[in-house]
């Protein structure tokens, strides 16, 4: 009998980055069914697998998702506890190579078990690239969520285009959708702009950027101009920042109506007049709540930037346009396809997830997961994939896998948070420096 049936919904969230944590647990929430008009109670464990974007004390804050428990774990460490401990749904909130890790993994400790979790998993946001590569790591869960009827569509279509189960494709939306809708102009009128860690990547493209954004705060004095940054210096997100917007910023002087700002994005939302980014998801945030929203043709409309998965929204325009005052207005039919509901169904947009997991719990007899990649099918790319994660090709933990049969002791725990201090400082200090030479 699943613990829902006498108790409170266990479910553990597995997540590699403060983005992914975020989308995890807030889909863990939505998703969990509902009993009649009940909304159910969740018992809710976080675990952050280490690595380099591993979210920091500020970054879960800023994220603003709270969770019963929260530990941080190798890959073999969150096996070792989902082999120990009973839930009924576990979110794999990870990179797809991660995602792909896990389900063997999972598939071995639990090969005797049939009242194993519902196994969810997704993307975080936009897709816009690798998408068979992203599609197929994750193939072998029991739900593979799509944040809208666009990638609902192409998801099935990669998956039946292989000969792989399509069943698990269950349409969505994004989970941190919400808010106040806008309602008009406020004083002063704001203008924000929702920075990305890697996009652009080249110092010349985000210098231009911030240039133009300050310029637009000068034009127009009687403006707030905000930059709404990820992440300060030395944090990583889901992707990596090279050049940070405040390291430029410094060496500028700053006209007083311009801010950097940090926080949760719904909360500098609700004082947005418009919303300017290149392909950040916030620009559907903003778009659920019918925020004026403007994404970047500057650099152009490139699959690199990501902004063209936006083409036919009616929200391209260029930083020449919004200075003169020109405002996008999106095209009704390309924003109900995304899953931003801006109608007002936004709740009804998880019924079939949490109806399918009913379904799946009330079974009691799950059978084993079956990932598309085997050793059969990928030899050699598989073994890759499991090997970053320290698991062989049956799932089991490799030779000399970091607490592969024990729990890391303190001056193991010491060593781990000193490595990767120094990973990171590596990743965003050093290793630029070294490019920037070889290109000399």
Request: with cysteine; proline share 6%; net charge positive.
């Amino acid at each position: 009998m699943p613990a829902s049936a006498t108790k409170a919904l266990r479910v553990a969230v597995l997540a590699d980055s403060d983005t992914r944590w975020k989308w995890g647990a807030l889909t863990a929430n939505r998703i969990a069914p509902h009993s009649g008009a009940d909304r159910p109670e969740i018992r809710l464990d976080g675990y952050l697998l280490r690595g380099r974007a591993t979210p920091t004390a500020r970054q879960l804050t800023e994220v603003g998702v709270r969770a019963d428990s929260l530990s941080e774990v190798t890959a073999v460490e969150f096996l070792r506890a989902m082999s120990e401990k009973t839930y009924d749904v576990l979110v794999l909130a990870l990179v797809g190579g991660g995602v792909q890790a896990m389900l063997h993994g999972l598939r071995r400790v639990w090969e005797d078990r049939r009242d194993r979790p519902v196994v969810v998993t997704g993307y975080v946001g936009v897709v816009y690239e690798k998408l068979a590569d992203g599609l197929l790591l994750r193939h072998g869960a029991d739900l593979v969520l799509a944040n809208s009827r666009q990638d609902a569509e192409r998801f099935r279509a990669v998956y039946e285009g292989v000969g792989a189960d399509a069943s698990a494709v269950t349409e969505v939306a994004l989970p941190f959708l919400g808010g106040a809708a806008y309602t008009g102009e406020r004083e002063p009128y704001t203008v924000v702009f929702a920075a990305q860690p890697s996009v652009p990547e080249s110092r010349k493209d985000r210098t231009y950027l911030l240039n133009r954004l300050v310029e637009h705060a000068r034009r127009h004095p009687e403006r707030e101009v905000l930059l709404k940054l990820r992440s300060k210096p030395g944090e990583h997100t889901t992707h990596i920042e090279e050049l940070p917007y405040q390291k430029l910023a410094q060496k500028q002087e700053l006209p007083a109506n311009f801010r950097l700002v940090y926080g949760h994005m719904g909360e500098v939302l609700d004082r947005t007049d418009l919303l300017v980014t290149v392909s950040s998801t916030a620009a559907l945030e903003s778009l659920h709540r019918r925020i004026p929203t403007a994404v970047l043709t500057d650099l152009g409309v490139r699959e690199s930037l990501g902004n063209h998965h936006f083409v036919g929204s009616g929200c391209l325009a260029s930083w020449d346009e919004l200075d003169a005052g020109h405002r996008p207005v999106p095209d009704a039919e390309w924003v109900a396809r995304q899953g931003v509901a801006a109608d007002g169904a936004y709740e009804s947009a998880f019924d079939a997830a949490r109806g399918r997991i009913a379904k799946l719990l009330s079974s009691g007899d799950l059978p084993p997961l079956t990932p598309y990649y085997t050793p059969v099918t990928a030899p050699g790319y598989l073994p890759g994939i499991l090997a970053r994660h320290h698991l062989g090709v049956d799932g089991a933990p490799l030779p000399g896998a970091p607490a592969a049969d024990k729990s890391p002791g303190p001056v193991r725990q010491i060593v781990r948070r000193a490595a990767r201090g120094a990973y990171r400082h590596g990743v965003q200090r050093v290793a630029p420096v070294i490019r920037r030479m070889g290109e000399l």
